[in-house]
């Protein structure tokens, strides 16, 4: 099992910053690509980032210019650094990743999700 354990949300006003932080943990062989998503109250779950383990990276046009994912292959975390927030931000953001898990018969690529994390920007 791997577990993904955010940190870094909190309120903040509009035009500020906020750097989310993922951490993964447990029975990693490797990991592919870590994302970030957010959903908002009433609103289904969107992409916001993700990066590959060769640091591609891809944005939504919602986002593009204002945030920065970025990751740290050696401490298995992936981060977010939003700038120029707005309050259409607003959302739990959730890290995702694809890790190679060991398992009792050797390694299998799943799906994880973390808990997620609240953001709040007011205007």
């Known amino acids: 099992q791997v577990q993904l354990v955010e940190s870094g949300g909190g309120l903040v006003q509009a035009g500020g910053s906020l750097r989310l932080s993922c951490a993964a943990s447990?029975?990693?062989?490797?990991?592919?690509?870590m994302g970030w998503y957010r959903q908002a109250p009433g609103k289904q779950r969107e992409l916001v980032a993700t990066?590959?383990?060769?640091?591609?990276?891809s944005y939504a046009d919602s986002v593009k210019g204002r945030f920065t994912i970025s990751r740290d292959n050696a401490k298995n975390t992936v981060y977010l650094q939003m700038n120029s927030l707005k309050p259409e931000d607003t959302a739990v953001y959730y890290c995702?990743?694809?890790?190679?898990?060991?398992?009792?018969?050797?390694?299998?690529?799943?799906?994880?999700w973390g808990q997620g994390t609240q953001v709040t920007v007011s205007s």
């Open positions: 995702n990743a694809d890790a190679l898990t060991l398992v009792a018969w050797g390694a299998h690529e799943y799906n994880y």
């Open positions: 447990g029975s990693i062989v490797s990991i592919n690509a």
């Open positions: 990066i590959t383990s060769g640091g591609s990276t």
